[in-house]
């Protein structure tokens, strides 16, 4: 079983780097310290990975969305939001397991070892600590850039400008290592953001994906579509012994015997390759059989 | 039958759908992804953390 496992893990990890290396494939940025400025970046991404990457060749959806209710112009951001809803509604949270850069960073993260007494599975207010990403979605993606504006009514992306650490680490370090301009200009915000990033770096050892778990406003956002997206889990309850293999392999605390489609499944795959049963099954659009 | 897909019960997928696109279509005839190509194009000096 732990064979199955580990080759559906290896997959999805390969798979992750494709998918990385497909939207950050503007290779000469990282060379010459400038980004991509072609036609594509038009388009959003649909996982957390910066526009100010010097190899992203399209836009991070949490930037674009708070730029454009940000601007003077539109205070409802209908092109993001109909992407968010449509990617949402198609495969929920399968982008945060497979089609995230961040992500993929921190499952990399979470494999280097370290004394089992320093690894967390889950801790005292852990299930509270999950609502954070909402707040976080509400206050600095929606709210803040929304009414706290300048005097031409334009606001500032304030989750990018005092949380994101996916920026700092994709765009802020290579973009000041390779860019003296920029080098001059650094200051406390800087080392402010990557104080955050040193801290989720440590963290991601010792806790499987705590950006995602706790702070990441677009796991918030795709999370609301678990629950009615057409790519899904089902748990075949004549099949199912009710072992628990798959909640105790589940490294983001779900339990799919009790919820398939919980809003913090990431569908990684893990608890399917590992039922013994398999029971777990994978289907496009809900069926009557599902409870 | 168990398995057949019940439109009843998808018609909140459906209408997501729906109005995923409707927005999308919406966002385009207002060229709202010119905000987002002038973001994206220039290097977001608040997302770097110098701005």
Known sequence: MDKKVKKSERFRHFFQVLWAVITN????????????????????????????????????PIGALQATIGSYEYKFAFYVAGFMILVGTIMGRFVCGWLCPFGLIQDLLNKIPLPSKLKVHTF??????????????????IL???????MIGQGYPWFCKLICPVGTLEGGIPLVLLNEAMRATVGWLYAWKNIILVVTILLSIM????????????????SLFNPVSILRYRVDSEKCVNCGACANVCKMGCNPVNN??????????????????SAIKIQLFKNKAEK | ??????????????????????????????????????????????????G
């Open chain 1, 144 to 150: 803040l850039p929304l009414y706290l504006t300048d």
């Open chain 1, 25 to 60: 494939s503007y290779l000469i940025g990282f060379v010459r310290g400038k980004i991509y400025q072609g036609k594509i970046k038009n388009v959003c991404v649909p996982g957390m990975n910066c526009y100010s990457c010097p190899g992203a060749v399209a836009a991070c």
């Open chain 1, 207 to 222: 806790i499987y994906r705590p950006f995602c778990k706790y702070i990441c406003p677009l796991g918030a956002i795709y």
């Open chain 1, 260 to 277: 398939a489609n919980s809003l913090e499944c990431i569908r990684c795959g893990k608890c399917k390759a590992i039922c013994p049963t």
């Open chain 2, 1 to 50: 039958m168990g398995k057949k897909v019940d439109i009843l019960s998808n018609g909140i997928t459906i209408l997501l759908l729906l109005i995923g696109m409707a927005f999308l279509i919406l966002g385009i005839w207002r060229e709202e992804y010119a905000i987002v190509m002038g973001k994206a194009i220039n290097i977001c000096l608040e997302c770097i953390g110098i």
């Open chain 1, 124 to 141: 005292k207010g852990d299930k509270q600590l999950r609502w954070l990403k909402y707040v976080i979605l509400l206050v600095f993606v």
